[in-house]
């Protein structure tokens, strides 16, 4: 018999009998031990199930097992379902392989309909204890306040402008303070809301110009509507980028410093976020979709990377967007990339796109309409460099279905970047290529035709030079592309330029022809293309260089008379005017495309900070000068609500409209003339007023002394017989003078 506690001798336990190291106690510490570092961090509860007997639970479970195995692994045995009275209680409990997956349970899961009756709601195990704790429920029942309904203000009051002229808004921040205003052309412009310290680092307009976004220590937030109130706040600490979905549904931010969570729990943030860098928000409800952290770039010696220059640390945007605001993707260069179903934020059919090499996509900005498909798919384009013997590849991939819809094969290639048109109807591949000694570099354009049937590729093979910029025309079909034969780099003096235009051929019917060069215009110092968003005008400038500023008003639709070698062409090109801007540092054109503003930032240069409003044809409106300017930005607009018939008809009508126009434009000049003759003969009116009184002044003291009223009083009363006195005065006044030595 084993003796008890009580009973054992020192002998028995003698510390110099035995060493504990050599005894091996590892399979029962595997067997017993407890992993107080798992918890219930692992587990779900389900709420919202039917209610079912002892007999229909096991099918219940496995119809469950179907849902719950879409975002983890999971068994029949760890789903906890209880039961009473042979009935269960319409929850259940639900252990997952590992917290992460728990917690995307909680992400993708909840809200989810499970039948046409049923809807899911799954919460954290551990939210029990967050919420439910000691004194954080009251026992009694109390019945929620119901607030009295307050009607909010029209965030797209914007568009009503009060003085009935379509005028567009604009943002400006300058030293501490950000203003919104009416742009009023040559005149002032109308302020609308001005605020100090507004923002601690820049301003931004949301896509479809709803909201103002301020950048703070603390996070993001949405200003709109006619007081200018706060709409949504998304508290990301430290933010230092941010970037709306196309339609204004959700938002991404990205802070270089990952999220710390702090012990006493985050307003907004859980401990999903700790550590990562990028949250994604649903605009709507101000709440984190997902998050995800910072991924290493793969350095220049990788075995993918082409010859082409460094990539940047946190390339930007690291989350790109569909068109219809579905779909979001992220890519891992070099292997992969993993397009998001939003919002439940799950990857597309659990699996990510295996690229191998991949270097750059892009997402089609609107919905293609292709020829010979019935149901439209979303679209994005990417690249491969040559890996070993293979070709570098530009490949056109439709989602959901994963399917490839035209790939292209490359040769040479040293760098490529992709251009979409806004339409989605055309995409070009510039691809640098170098030749076989690789010691010369020149580019051409394979140009996607994506609406036509099998997406032909069209070859610009006549640049002979590097494109250092290139520009598709908004809504339409010609581009602007800026080229240099020397290599681009940080140089003491920027190399000359060129500015080749291009357009296609007349074609019969709705065709489109191949592309031609329109026009080439050399020893330039251009290096940025701005075209109008209405299509038709483009600025071609010189930004952020320090030798020259040079702006060029161009017209690609010149109503002139045509050369003889552009008439097969679908342009006529004409320079309507030239301005220079001292130190400018970046253009925007308005929404409208009637204006446009050009600004030096003190961000970049401390040198004449301001800006300048010019109208489409380049006459120069209005300048200002402004310490510390910082930001101008146009205020978007939403597309309008009219259908293309309609559009079609107010421009078969222009005519009529205009004269409504000129005559409002006329009245308003002839009022503002009115104004200018009634200040001036306020101010003659103030003088006359004051010449009186001083003459009033001036009689009373003159009265004060006995003199008369009036000087020529005076010499009137002088006597008929007064004696003249003359009084001559002698001035002689030397007309010469000369000086001779007499010896």
Not at 301 to 308: E, L
Not at 666 to 694: C, N, Y
Not at 695 to 714: C, F, N, Q, S, T
Request: proline share 6%.
């Amino acid at each position: 018999m084993a003796p008890s506690f009580d009973h054992l001798r020192d002998a028995d336990v003698d510390e110099d009998d035995y060493d504990e190291d050599e005894i091996d106690i590892s399979d029962l510490r595997e067997k017993y031990e407890v992993q107080l570092e798992q918890g219930y961090d692992t587990f779900v509860v389900i709420d919202g199930l039917p209610e079912v007997t002892e007999e229909q639970k096991p099918k219940l479970v496995k119809f469950l097992l179907k849902k719950l195995n879409q975002v983890g692994k999971t068994k029949e045995d760890q789903v906890y379902m209880p039961m009473e009275n042979g009935k269960s209680l319409r929850f259940a409990f639900v252990e997952y392989a590992s917290p992460a997956e728990a917690a995307a349970a909680v992400r993708q899961l909840d809200m989810v309909p499970l039948d046409k009756k049923h809807t899911l709601r799954v919460n954290k195990m551990t939210d029990i204890d967050r919420y439910g704790r000691e004194g954080r429920v009251d026992e009694n029942y109390v019945p929620p306040k119901i607030e009295e309904f307050t009607e909010k203000e029209h965030l797209r009051s914007f568009l009503a402008d009060p003085s009935g002229r379509g005028r567009d808004q604009f943002a400006m921040y300058r030293g501490d303070v950000v203003g919104v205003f009416w742009n009023n052309e040559r005149d002032p412009p109308e302020n609308i809301v001005d605020r100090q310290h507004w923002t601690e680092s820049f301003v931004q307009w949301s896509p479809l110009g709803t909201y103002l976004v301020s950048v703070h220590q603390q996070g993001v937030q949405l200003w709109g509507g006619s007081s200018w109130s706060r709409q949504k706040r998304f508290a990301h600490p430290f933010v230092n980028m941010l970037d709306f979905s196309p339609n204004e549904k959700y938002i991404v931010t990205w802070s270089n410093r990952p999220i710390s969570i702090p012990d006493e729990g985050h307003p907004q943030l859980s401990l999903d976020e700790d550590g990562k860098n990028y949250v994604i928000w649903d605009v709507e409800t101000a709440k984190p979709l997902r998050s995800f952290a910072n991924l290493d770039i793969p350095s220049s010696n990788d075995a993918h990377a082409p010859p082409a220059k460094q990539q940047p640390k946190f390339p930007w945007p690291a989350f790109k967007w569909s068109s219809d605001d579905k779909y979001v993707a992220r890519m891992t260069q070099g292997s992969s990339i993993s397009v998001y179903e939003l919002p439940r934020m799950n990857l597309l059919d659990k699996t990510t796109i295996k690229i191998e090499g991949v270097m750059d996509f892009e997402w089609a900005p609107s919905t293609p309409q292709r020829e010979g498909v019935r149901q439209y798919e979303q679209l994005f384009c990417f690249w491969t460099p040559e890996i070993g013997s293979n070709p570098a590849k530009v490949g056109l991939m439709s989602i959901p279905s994963k399917q490839i819809v035209r790939s292209l094969n490359l040769f040479s290639v040293t760098d490529a970047k992709l251009h979409w048109q806004s339409d989605a109807t055309y995409l070009s591949v510039k691809v640098d290529r170098h030749s076989k000694s690789k010691k010369s570099q020149a580019t051409t354009l394979e140009i996607f035709r994506i609406k036509e049937k099998g997406v032909p590729v069209e070859v610009v093979d006549t640049i002979k030079d590097t494109v250092i910029n290139f520009a598709w025309e908004p809504k339409g079909d010609r581009f602007v592309i800026i080229t240099t034969p020397e290599p681009t780099g940080p140089t003491a003096v920027a190399p000359k330029t060129s500015v080749s235009f291009f357009c296609p051929e007349k074609a019969k019917g709705s065709a489109v022809g191949n592309f031609k060069h329109l026009r080439t215009l050399e020893k330039k110092n251009s290096n940025a293309i701005y075209w109008s968003p209405r299509g038709r005008f483009v600025v071609i400038a010189t930004v952020a260089n320090q030798q020259s500023s040079d702006l060029e008003f161009y017209d690609l639709d010149f109503e002139g008379e045509k050369p003889e070698s552009d008439k097969d062409l679908t342009a006529n090109l004409q320079l309507m005017n030239t301005a220079d801007h001292y130190g400018v540092t970046d253009i925007q054109w308005d929404p409208s495309g009637r204006f446009a503003a050009s600004w030096a930032s003190v961000w970049k240069h401390t040198m004449e900070n301001g800006y300048h409003v010019y109208d489409f044809k380049g006459e120069l409106l209005r300048e200002e000068h402004i310490d510390k300017f910082r930001q101008w930005l146009w205020r978007p607009r939403p597309p309008t609500l009219l259908t293309k018939d309609e559009q079609k008809q107010i421009r078969k009508n222009l005519r009529e409209y205009s004269k409504i126009f000129e005559q409002e434009d006329a009245e308003r000049g002839a009022s503002a003339d009115l104004a200018v003759v009634e200040a001036r003969r306020r101010l003659l009116d103030e003088w006359l007023a004051w010449r009186a009184s001083v003459e009033a002044e001036l009689e009373e003291e003159r009265l004060a002394r006995g003199l008369p009223k009036h000087p020529a009083e005076a010499d009137a009363k002088l006597p008929e017989n007064g004696e003249e006195q003359v009084i001559e005065e002698i001035v002689e006044e030397v007309l010469e003078e000369s000086e001779e030595i007499v010896p």
